[in-house]
């Protein structure tokens, strides 16, 4: 790898070597409960300079136009976690936003622009994260911008759950247009078509296409054919792609847990929440999620005992709740199939059994 070197511009960010104040500042950076896990001991912040410092690690101080800290991106091997399975040849990356820029919707593109930065230095053939398995947010950024999870482990020292996610660095997650909502958008051939690759499927649109919402609602005008996982389906007339696409995204990341859509809590604690389903499909309908992101049952994180107990907490607390606990309920765990919600969860349904 060559050395950082000077500056460097991408996105609204100024990417700048690591330089001694910046170091000490981020050292003493505070985040609130649950992330702070990443804060800095009182003991080891002349270490974690040192660390921030040394010319091996590569950090950048980010800052923006007015020269204004506002987060650190290190590439190479000190963004490892001890105990995980690094075998594979990749660029890992890290870092992080200062607290008060944190939950506002700056990750994608904060760490968009730092991966541009990275390959315009060392040209990796594949980026590699890990992040905290408790920390979903950061989950759903690196996901959002095309990584995948490859492994999952328990750190050596701090004996918490990582996973590690990988994406080829010349990946076309990279090379297109991000909604908001995360839905990635391919460049568009309007020559009487529009090719759509989103997360319900490519969609093949001749006629007029109307955004009707920022996760891409549309009024379609025309024929309209959807190559989706459920099969190729021939519709005309509108088609609201919001309401189409709720079963192929993970709504409960996306929507409830940023708080996009408001939900009726029944029970929740740290790793948990319950809520009325806003759509539902019985008299009683209650949704149990993770707040971490795990992609369903399959997925090692769902192994977690502490997970599991508190998931069957919020099951016995709603059911006492609504009293469904004399009336009868049963419990739905859809999984690893077409149109499910790529995000673990169980759905309390009653009055009665089917």
């Given at each position: 790898m060559t050395e950082l070197g000077a500056a460097e511009r991408a996105g609204e960010w100024l990417f700048c070597p690591m330089d001694e104040a910046c170091a000490r500042e981020i050292a003493l950076w505070c985040y609130p409960p649950p992330y702070?896990?990443?804060?800095?001991?009182?003991?080891?912040?002349?270490?974690?300079?040192?660390?921030?410092?040394?010319?091996?690690?590569?950090?950048?101080?980010?800052?923006?136009?007015?020269?204004?800290?506002?987060g650190f991106v290190g590439v190479g091997d000190d963004c490892r976690v001890p105990g995980g399975d690094y075998s594979a040849g990749a660029l890992d990356v890290g870092g992080g936003l200062?607290?008060?820029?944190?939950?506002?919707?700056?990750?994608?593109?904060?760490?968009?622009?730092?991966?541009?930065?990275?390959?315009?230095?060392?040209?990796?053939?594949?980026?590699?994260?890990?992040?905290?398995?408790?920390?979903?947010?950061?989950?759903r950024v690196w996901e959002r911008l095309g990584f995948r999870r490859v492994d999952s482990f328990e750190a050596h020292e701090a004996g918490v759950p990582f996973v590690i996610l990988v994406r080829e660095a010349a990946s076309p997650a990279s090379q297109h247009q991000l909604w908001e909502d995360g839905t990635s958008v391919r460049a568009a051939h309007l020559r009487g078509a529009l090719h759509l690759g989103s997360p319900a499927g490519a969609v093949h649109l001749r006629g007029a296409l109307h955004p009707a919402s920022r996760a891409g609602a549309a009024h379609?005008?025309?024929?309209?054919?959807?190559?989706?996982?459920l099969?190729?389906?021939?519709?005309?007339?509108?088609?609201?792609?919001?309401e189409k696409s709720m079963a192929y995204r993970d709504w409960f990341c996306e929507d409830v847990l940023s708080g996009?859509?408001?939900?009726?809590?029944?029970?929740?604690?740290?790793?948990?929440?319950?809520?009325?389903?806003?759509?539902?499909?019985?008299?009683?309908?209650?949704?149990?999620?993770?707040?971490?992101?795990?992609?369903?049952?399959?997925?090692?994180?769902?192994?977690?005992?502490?997970?599991?107990?508190?998931?069957?907490?919020?099951?016995?607390?709603?059911a006492r709740a609504l009293g469904l606990d004399k009336a009868g309920f049963y419990v739905r765990a859809n999984a690893a199939a077409p149109g499910v919600t790529p995000h673990m969860h169980w759905h309390i349904m009653g009055p009665g059994v089917p």
């Open positions: 702070s896990f990443y804060n800095c001991p009182a003991d080891a912040i002349e270490d974690e300079v040192r660390c921030l410092l040394d010319s091996d690690h590569r950090y950048w101080a980010v800052k923006e136009e007015c020269g204004e800290l506002v200062r607290p008060d820029r944190t939950g506002r919707g700056l990750g994608a593109a904060f760490w968009r622009a730092a991966l541009e930065v990275a390959l315009r230095r060392y040209a990796p053939e594949t980026f590699r994260v890990t992040v905290a398995a408790f920390n979903g947010r950061a989950l379609l005008r025309g024929a309209l054919h959807l190559a989706s996982r099969g190729a389906a021939h519709l005309r007339g509108p088609l609201h792609l919001r996009k859509i408001e939900v009726t809590k029944v029970w929740e604690d740290e790793r948990v929440l319950a809520f009325h389903h806003p759509r539902p499909k019985a008299k009683v309908h209650v949704v149990v999620i993770p707040k971490a992101h795990v992609s369903g049952l399959l997925d090692p994180l769902a192994l977690d005992g502490a997970l599991l107990i508190s998931m069957l907490q919020a099951i016995q607390h709603s």
